[in-house]
C-alpha cells in the first residue's frame, strides 16, 4: 500500500462556514502519527487536517486518550510521535538489535558536548582532563548526534561542536533544557559524596544561531576538521573503550 504521509499534503477542507468535526481530526491525527516513519510536529499535521481544526486540542486529547496505554503519543524534539510505553520496554528487548555500545570515552565527550556547546575540542579536553582521539568524535559525528557548528574566533579557527535533533529524538528529549540538573543528577545516585562549593550544572543551549565568538563554516570545509588530523604524542591519552 503506497504511504501517503511523505508526499505531497492533501489539505481537507470543510463546506464554507462549518465547525470541523473534532473527533474526525483527532482520527485523521492518529492515521497520520502512526503511519509516519518520523516525529511530525504540529505544522505538519495542520496541513493535513481539516480546515479550521485546533491541532493543539487534538494533540491534547490524543496525548490523553493513549495515557495508560502500550504506546503513549509523546513530545520529541519539538515534534510528536507515538512511542512504546515505558514501562513495557523489557517485553521488546529481545527483538530490538542491541546497538554498539558507546565507549566511556564517547559518552563523557557527548555529555560535554550536550552540556557545554558550543565547544571546541581542545575546551572539551580541559574538562576531561585527557586527550579525546580523532575517532571518538568522528564516531559521534557518525551517529548524527553531534554536528559541525562553526569556527571559534580564536587562534587555529578550532571547530565548535554541538547536538542535533537526532540527539533529542534518541534520548527521548523534547528540548535540550530537558537534560538532567545538579540536582536531578544528585536524586539519581550520579553524584555522590560531598559536592564541592560553587560547582554547577551548565544550562545547555543548542541554539541554531551560532555565538559572537563562532564564524561560519565555510563551504570549502572539510568533513573531519584539520586539527583532527594529527595527534600530539606527548599528550595523555584517553582511557581504553570500556
Known amino acids: 500500500m503506497e504511504n501517503r504521509v511523505n508526499s505531497p499534503a492533501l489539505k481537507i477542507v470543510t463546506d464554507s462556514g462549518d465547525v470541523p468535526d473534532h473527533h474526525e481530526a483527532i482520527r485523521i491525527a492518529e492515521a497520520l502519527l502512526f503511519s509516519s516513519?518520523?516525529?511530525?510536529?504540529?505544522?505538519?499535521l495542520r496541513s493535513r487536517l481539516p480546515e479550521g481544526a485546533d491541532v493543539e486540542a487534538v494533540l491534547h486529547d490524543l496525548t490523553a486518550l493513549y495515557?495508560?496505554?502500550g504506546v503513549n503519543l509523546v513530545r520529541v524534539a519539538g515534534r510528536w510521535a507515538f512511542r512504546t510505553a515505558g514501562d513495557l520496554s523489557f517485553v521488546l528487548a529481545r527483538d530490538v538489535v542491541e546497538p554498539r555500545r558507546l565507549s566511556r570515552a564517547a559518552m563523557e565527550t557527548l555529555?560535554?558536548?550536550?552540556?557545554?556547546q558550543p565547544v571546541t575540542r581542545a575546551e572539551i579536553e580541559g574538562i576531561r582532563g585527557v586527550a579525546t582521539s580523532k575517532g571518538t568524535l568522528d564516531m559521534l559525528l557518525e551517529t548524527g548526534w553531534i554536528r559541525l557548528r562553526g569556527r571559534r574566533?580564536?587562534?587555529?579557527?578550532?571547530?565548535?561542536?554541538?547536538?542535533?535533533?537526532?540527539?533529542?529524538?534518541?534520548?527521548?528529549?523534547?528540548?535540550?533544557?530537558?537534560?538532567?540538573g545538579l540536582d536531578e543528577l544528585k536524586g539519581a545516585g550520579l553524584l555522590e559524596g560531598r559536592i564541592p562549593p560553587g560547582m554547577s550544572v551548565?544550562?545547555?543551549?543548542?541554539?541554531?544561531?551560532?555565538?559572537?565568538?563562532?564564524?561560519?563554516l565555510e563551504s570549502d570545509d572539510p568533513y573531519e576538521p584539520l586539527e583532527l588530523a594529527s595527534e600530539d604524542p606527548g599528550e595523555p591519552s584517553e582511557p581504553p573503550a570500556e
Open 111 to 116: 555529555a560535554i558536548i550536550a552540556y557545554h
Open 37 to 44: 516513519s518520523e516525529p511530525m510536529s504540529a505544522d505538519d
Open 153 to 180: 574566533k580564536a587562534p587555529g579557527r578550532p571547530v565548535t561542536y554541538g547536538t542535533t535533533r537526532e540527539f533529542l529524538e534518541h534520548f527521548g528529549l523534547d528540548a535540550i533544557e530537558d537534560l538532567p
Open 67 to 69: 495515557s495508560g496505554r
Open 202 to 216: 551548565p544550562v545547555p543551549s543548542d541554539s541554531e544561531e551560532l555565538r559572537e565568538d563562532e564564524d561560519p
